[in-house]
């Protein structure tokens, strides 16, 4: 038999030690550490200022109000196409599209969190509203650029190894900003003095403030992803559907009807999570729990439960496949939230709760990971911050909305019946995932070049 009508010899199987060395190789080394930079500012804007709020005498009807902050990271879709797109004078010359853009938005965190450092609440509360909206804005800006960075950095089935490494880096900096951030101002403080001291938030916000190094410092020892050369364009209005049209017109194009489909997945894979969450704590308050039980398990002992599951979702989407554990992460997550009206007949069980934590988060990992690396794979590397921008908003856009319902509910019909009604709304995700998984990842085509007039 000659060479040309040899079969090919299948892939040599990795053993599952070889499979984890992965996460030590410098890609995932990288991710983990833009990771914890993407991580930091959420809570430093969101949680942990409405408890530095509160203690500083703003009434609650502010804080809620101000949490509105927030909203920058669900309308990053908006901007996506700049940044995917227009280039930065001097710094995209020197560090590329893409690592110009993450340092420009980390220099933004870092500078709005000093800014919130500096500023007293007490005193000029709205200048503190301003340094927020920046670190949001600039967090925002961040995530689109490391995604497009992430997905550009290596092929499709490795996306699962580096969403892993990415959420590692995004839960540590959660634990630092959300737990750290409070120990560093409790050791600021001054015993016997007022409740607020705005020296100890100072010192707290400044020391968060200096942890965005870790992101600069990566983004300035990487190297540029390799990007799919694009045509230049010949006038603004060319450039704006390029960086407009362009990306959402390759989906459809790509998927055709199939797109509806795979958009319907992706609005509620996650609907069992979210919903759920948000009467999370309540649930923990109203069963007896104490704040340093429930902050003990579900803020440390969880965070670890879910690095535990992203790693191994990652890995197992490389030995089975993105979809295999893309349906798998399904039906843990919709399952574990019956284990959530289990404890709810339990009433104060501590070691219940550690049971029902770790099932939930290391469900959660799993399925985030495998979630991540499917939206990865179906994103033009050409559009990819645009793209998966796109994706990543109408992820949440649904289960939020929802979640709003949730207290009603569980006033009206109690915790045993909203956990299960929770788990129930995870059927349809099973369904989509299975005809999903029928759809072939569609390789984009090369973009064409602009004709020009016929002469």
Same mark, same amino acid.
């Not at 969403?163 to 540590?172: E, F, N």
């Not at 007022?194 to 020296?199: D, G, S």
């Given at each position: %038999?000659?060479?040309?009508?040899?079969?090919?010899?299948?892939?040599?199987?990795?053993?599952?030690?070889? /499979?984890?060395?992965?996460?030590?190789?410098?890609? *995932?080394?990288?991710?983990?550490?833009?990771?914890?930079?993407?991580?930091?500012?959420?809570?430093?804007?969101?949680?942990?200022?409405?408890?530095?709020?509160?203690?500083?005498?703003?009434?609650?009807?502010?804080?809620?109000?101000?949490?509105?902050?927030?909203?920058?990271?669900?309308?990053?879709?908006?901007?996506?196409?700049?940044?995917?797109? %227009?280039?930065?004078?001097?710094?995209?010359?020197?560090?590329?599209?893409?690592?110009?853009?993450?340092?420009?938005?980390?220099?933004?965190?870092?500078?709005?969190? $000093?800014?919130?450092?500096?500023?007293?609440?007490?005193?000029?509360?709205? $200048?503190?509203?301003?340094?927020?909206?920046?670190?949001?804005?600039? *967090?925002?800006?961040?995530?689109?650029?490391?995604?497009?960075?992430? #997905?550009?950095?290596?092929?499709?089935?490795?996306?699962?190894?580096?969403? $892993?490494?990415?959420?590692?880096?995004?839960?540590?900096?959660?634990?630092?900003?959300?737990?750290?951030?409070?120990?560093?101002?409790?050791?600021?403080?001054?015993?016997?003095?007022?409740?607020?001291?705005?020296?100890?938030?100072?010192?707290?916000?400044?020391?968060?403030?200096?942890? %965005?190094?870790?992101?600069? #410092?990566?983004?300035?020892?990487?190297?540029?992803?390799?990007?799919?050369?694009?045509?230049?364009?010949?006038?603004?209005?060319?450039?704006?559907?390029?960086? +407009?049209?362009?990306?959402?017109?390759?989906?459809?194009?790509?998927?055709?009807?199939?797109?509806?489909? #795979?958009?319907?997945?992706?609005?509620?894979?996650? #609907? &069992?999570?979210?919903?759920?969450?948000? %009467?999370?704590?309540?649930?923990?308050?109203?069963?007896?729990?104490?704040?340093?039980?429930?902050?003990?398990?579900?803020?440390?002992?969880?965070?670890?439960?879910? +690095?535990?599951?992203?790693?191994?979702?990652?890995? @197992? &989407?490389?030995?089975?496949?993105?979809?295999?554990?893309?349906?798998?992460?399904?039906?843990?997550?919709?399952?574990?939230?019956?284990?959530?009206?289990?404890?709810?007949?339990?009433?104060?069980?501590?070691?219940? @709760?550690?049971?029902?934590?770790?099932?939930?988060?290391? $469900?959660?990992?799993?399925?985030?990971?495998?979630?991540?690396?499917?939206?990865?794979?179906?994103?033009?590397?050409?559009?990819?911050? /645009?793209?998966?921008?796109?994706?990543?908003?109408?992820?949440?856009?649904?289960?939020?909305?929802?979640?709003?319902?949730?207290?009603?509910?569980?006033?009206?019909?109690?915790?045993?019946?909203?956990?299960?009604?929770?788990?129930?709304?995870? +059927?349809?995700?099973?369904? @989509?995932?299975? +005809?999903?998984?029928?759809?072939?990842?569609?390789?984009?085509?090369?973009?064409?070049?602009?004709?020009?007039?016929?002469?």
């Amino acid at each position: %038999m000659n060479q040309a009508s040899a079969s090919p010899e299948p892939p040599t199987r990795k053993s599952w030690l070889e /499979t984890l060395k992965v996460y030590l190789e410098p890609a *995932s080394l990288r991710m983990l550490a833009l990771g914890f930079a993407a991580g930091l500012p959420l809570l430093l804007v969101l949680g942990t200022l409405s408890f530095r709020l509160r203690e500083a005498g703003v009434d609650r009807t502010t804080i809620g109000y101000l949490s509105w902050v927030g909203l920058a990271y669900a309308f990053k879709w908006a901007w996506a196409p700049l940044v995917d797109r %227009m280039p930065l004078p001097g710094l995209t010359h020197w560090l590329g599209r893409r690592r110009s853009w993450l340092l420009l938005s980390q220099l933004a965190v870092m500078g709005g969190l $000093a800014g919130m450092a500096l500023t007293d609440p007490q005193q000029d509360l709205h $200048a503190l509203v301003v340094f927020a909206l920046v670190v949001a804005f600039g *967090s925002a800006t961040q995530d689109i650029a490391l995604d497009a960075f992430r #997905i550009e950095s290596a092929p499709s089935n490795e996306q699962a190894v580096l969403a $892993a490494s990415y959420q590692t880096g995004y839960r540590l900096a959660m634990i630092w900003a959300g737990a750290g951030v409070l120990w560093v101002a409790a050791r600021a403080e001054t015993p016997g003095a007022e409740a607020y001291q705005h020296l100890a938030w100072q010192r707290a916000y400044l020391v968060m403030a200096a942890s %965005m190094a870790v992101g600069l #410092i990566t983004v300035l020892l990487s190297a540029e992803p390799v990007r799919a050369a694009l045509p230049p364009a010949r006038n603004a209005l060319e450039w704006l559907r390029g960086a +407009l049209v362009d990306p959402f017109a390759d989906f459809l194009r790509r998927y055709r009807w199939q797109a509806a489909l #795979i958009l319907g997945l992706i609005a509620i894979y996650r #609907i &069992s999570d979210v919903v759920m969450g948000i %009467m999370a704590n309540p649930f923990y308050v109203d069963m007896g729990f104490t704040k340093d039980e429930v902050a003990a398990v579900t803020k440390v002992y969880g965070v670890v439960m879910t +690095l535990a599951g992203a790693f191994i979702g990652g890995a @197992l &989407s490389l030995r089975l496949g993105v979809m295999r554990v893309l349906m798998l992460g399904a039906v843990l997550s919709a399952a574990s939230n019956l284990l959530f009206a289990w404890l709810g007949t339990r009433g104060h069980d501590v070691t219940g @709760l550690v049971f029902v934590v770790s099932a939930d988060n290391l $469900a959660g990992g799993i399925a985030s990971a495998a979630f991540i690396a499917y939206l990865s794979s179906l994103t033009n590397i050409s559009y990819s911050a /645009t793209q998966y921008a796109l994706f990543s908003s109408i992820m949440l856009l649904l289960p939020k909305w929802l979640a709003g319902f949730s207290g009603r509910y569980v006033d009206s019909f109690g915790y045993g019946s909203f956990f299960t009604s929770t788990a129930l709304l995870g +059927l349809p995700v099973l369904l @989509l995932v299975a +005809l999903a998984s029928r759809i072939p990842v569609q390789a984009p085509q090369a973009p064409q070049a602009p004709q020009g007039p016929r002469g």
